[in-house]
């Protein structure tokens, strides 16, 4: 009797570590290849468990991207998603993401954080297209020229991390027709 509980106990922690490992989120990784602003190579996983590689699978011409630090900076990103979306109707170059910045933790954290966000978010589009960055925040925000962590930044990005446009905070009627002529002049 006690070796078939001591067996059934072996099994599940070996079924719950390998479904644990499954859904682990890997460490980000962030290389600044230039003096210069821009966008930096980084990767991180979107809440659909997928690892990308930035900007590189980035899937627009032009990438609208969203970079708040703090959760409550969510509902500043919330204002221009309206707003992204009728972008990305209008013209098929153009797609937008979600990438919240955080510093570097244990996988656990990064793991719980994650499956966190997934569980609040049902849309698979909007779990898609948000990616959370586990970086050294100092090292990417001085890279892309970001001041600091205190509001969301929202940067018109190309596919070689070219920064073509920045704004902060929520959106208002001017950062959206000053988005959507930066828009047309990159197109």
Known sequence: MLIRRLLAV???????SAAFWRIGVGKSRLEVQSEKTHFPTVSGFN????ELVLPRDLAGKLNILFVPFQRQHQATVDTWIPFAREMEAT????????????DEMPMLSRT???????????DPVAR????????????????????NRNEVHILLVNREGDILWRTTGRHNDEK???LWRAIAENR
């Open 10 to 16: 072996g099994l599940l922690a070996s079924f719950s």
């Open 47 to 50: 809440l659909e468990r997928k």
């Open 91 to 102: 013209y098929d170059e153009v797609a937008h993401y979600e990438l919240p910045t955080i």
């Open 112 to 122: 719980f954080l994650n499956e966190g966000m997934r569980a609040g978010i049902p």
């Open 128 to 147: 898609e297209r948000t990616i959370t960055l586990y970086i050294d925040t100092t090292k990417f925000r001085q890279a892309t020229g970001i001041p």
């Open 176 to 178: 959206a027709e000053s």
